[in-house]
């Protein structure tokens, strides 16, 4: 066993037993669960529930997931694995998407002299909802890992297309936020700062330019103007795990979204183009996870050759 599956095994037996003591140590002293606090902004959806059952629930998760990290072969290994990662996918909630989106503005918003904003980190949930997103994004990884060393990797045109509705959508997303921040009648939408507006459709945009790199040359090797590493292999992690983060990210934070556009929420303005691209989220989610598994079997093909 290699010390990366040795070190993916170890955080995810740890990071389960971590969900069990919290739930237990909740259960036993009567506290509020940090994944069940409806006065957290970055609570799960596990809020609609009674404390006793959101405990027992966080528990169950907990304990499966660790178990994971124990069975790694047999019948059992795969269930029990595809369970974990539904159960984690469970206690996120959408808090945790808006934590990861606004921090580059509320540190800025800081360092002009407002940290106010900013002191809502400080928040029990929020440190669990990001160990549950990392502990999805490594279970993730290892399972495509052993895919491809196991000879999973095979050829596939999806791939691509994967790719492309991943580039898509974020691109879709970015101009219906430029319009948006630029005064497009009828897409105005109230709480909304045009240079948020336009933040997050960088953002977007810049994700789907990454998301190109997958299926281009420049994403496989650095490109000539990177002094100092042109030529050089790209790092599959580097590619595959920031891809993965934010696709978990995207079907975390695209629950909450989703709900209000289909229940016609007043916030949201009812234009095709700001609700499809908010719509098509979940797809955009998974898209980029396909993408990026793609990416890492197209990558051990390409081993594979040279070695050959």
Request: a positive charge; proline letters at 7%.
């Amino acid at each position: 066993m290699t010390e990366q599956r040795k070190f993916a095994r170890g955080f995810v037996l740890v990071g389960g037993a971590l969900l069990v003591l919290v739930a237990s140590v909740c259960a036993i002293t009567g506290a509020v669960s940090p994944m069940a606090d409806p006065s957290d902004l970055f609570a799960s959806a596990l809020t609609l529930l009674p404390q006793p059952a959101a405990n027992l629930v966080v528990a169950v998760i907990g304990a499966v997931t660790a178990a994971t990290a124990l069975v790694s072969a047999g019948r059992a290994a795969v269930p029990l694995r595809t369970a974990s990662i539904v159960g984690l996918l469970v206690l996120l909630g959408p808090g945790v998407l808006a934590a990861v989106g606004y921090l580059p503005f509320l540190l800025v918003s800081a360092l002009a002299g407002d940290p106010d904003p900013l002191r809502k980190y400080l928040s029990v949930a929020l440190v669990l909802q990001l160990v549950v997103v990392a502990l999805v994004v490594t279970m993730l990884w290892t399972w495509i890992e052993q895919a491809a060393c196991g000879g999973g990797a095979t050829r596939s045109g999806r791939g691509r297309l994967w790719t492309w509705i991943a580039i898509a959508v974020p691109l879709a997303y970015a101009v219906s936020r430029v319009l948006m921040a630029t005064g497009f009648p009828g897409l105005s939408m109230e709480n909304t700062s045009a240079a948020g507006g336009l933040g997050l459709a960088a953002a977007a945009a810049g994700g789907a330019v990454l998301t190109w790199g997958l299926i281009r040359p420049w994403g496989e090797r650095f490109p000539r103007w990177m002094v100092g590493l042109a030529g050089r292999p790209v790092p599959v992690r580097m590619a595959v795990l920031p891809a993965l983060f934010v696709a978990v990210l995207m079907l975390a934070g695209s629950r909450l979204l989703v709900l209000q556009v289909l229940a016609d929420s007043p916030g949201i303005p009812n234009h095709p183009l700001v609700w499809l691209p908010i719509v098509l989220w979940p797809l955009w989610s998974v898209a980029l996870a396909a993408a990026a598994m793609h990416y890492r079997f197209r990558r051990a093909r390409s081993a594979v050759e040279v070695v050959r």
